[in-house]
C-alpha cells in the first residue's frame, strides 16, 4: 500500500457520511499530507461539514459534488467500515482503478485493493499518524491539528475504552507540533449556538428507558430542527446523554432523516448505539444493516418509528 501511495498521481479521499471529527480529521491530515507530496488531491463528503469542525485547516476543499470520477487513479476510503458508507457516489468511486481501505472497525469488510485496518487503533486519524510516519512526511501545524480532532473526539475526549497509550502519546506528539488543545477543545464543545442548545432540550426530554431500565432511546425528529433553526450536520455526541444514566447498557438515538436528501436515500430513521462495553452495539448495527464498532455502532432503517422502538424495547428485555 505505501508504494502504491508514493506513486499515486491523482488521488480522490473519501470519509462517511454525517462525518465526524475522525472522518473530517483523517480525511484533511491524510490530504494535505499527499498535497505536500506533490500529488493532485480532492477531499469529498457528500455532507456538510459540521460547523464546529468548520475551523479545522483545509476543510474549505472538502467538496460534495464530484463531476468525473474517471479522472482519479486511485481512492483512498478512511474511517468507513464499508464503501456504502461514503454514501451514493459508492458505486463510482468502486470504479476508481485502486482502492485503498484506511479504517479501525471492527466490522470492515475488507474491501478495496490496499487496506489499512488496525481495530486497535483509538481512530482512523491515528492510523493515518503512522502512515505519514512510514512515508516520513512532516506534520504541520494543521496535520497536528487535524490528528488531534481524529483523536479527541473518537475517545469522546479521552474518556471511552478506546482511550489507550497510544491515543495520548499521538497527542501529545501533535501538542508539541502546534495543535493548541484549548482551542480545539473550545471550537468542538464551546461554540454551540443558542438554537442546538433548545434543540438539547428537546430532545432531553423525549428520552424513554426500558422496564429494566438497561436501555435508554432518545429522538429527534424533523420538527425539532426546524422549530429550533438548526440544522442535522450540526448535531453530534448527543447519544451520550442517554448512556450517563446509571444501570443503563445501552443508549440509543432514533434520528428522523429528510425525506429527501442526497444523504439519505429512502431512509427514514438514523440510529446511534452506543454501549457501557458489555452488550456488543456493533452487532445489533449488523442486524440492521449498519455497522460500528463494539461501544458505538449506527444503522440506517426503512422501519417506521413504532415498529423500531418495539423492536428495540423486546431486545432490551434480553439484555
Ligand atoms: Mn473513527
Redesign the pocket.
Known sequence: MISHLKNAETVLLASHIHPDG?AIGSLVALGLALSHMGKKVTLFNECPVPKVYRFIEGVDNITMEIDDFHTFDTAIIL?CADLVRIGDSAKDVAKIPVLINID?HATNTGFGNFKKIETTAC??AEIVYDILKILDIPISVGIAEAIYVGVLT?TGSFRFSNTTKEAFDISKEMVSLGANPYKIADHIYGTYSLGSIKLLHKILGSIEVSKNGKLSVLSLTLDMIDETGTHPEDIIGLVHYAKHIKDVKVAALIQEAPATGKCDNGTLFHVSLRSDGSVDVGVIASNYGGGGHPNSAGFSTKLNYLDLKKQMFKYAETM
Do not use: S
Open positions: 475522525d474511517d479501525h481512530a482512523t473518537d
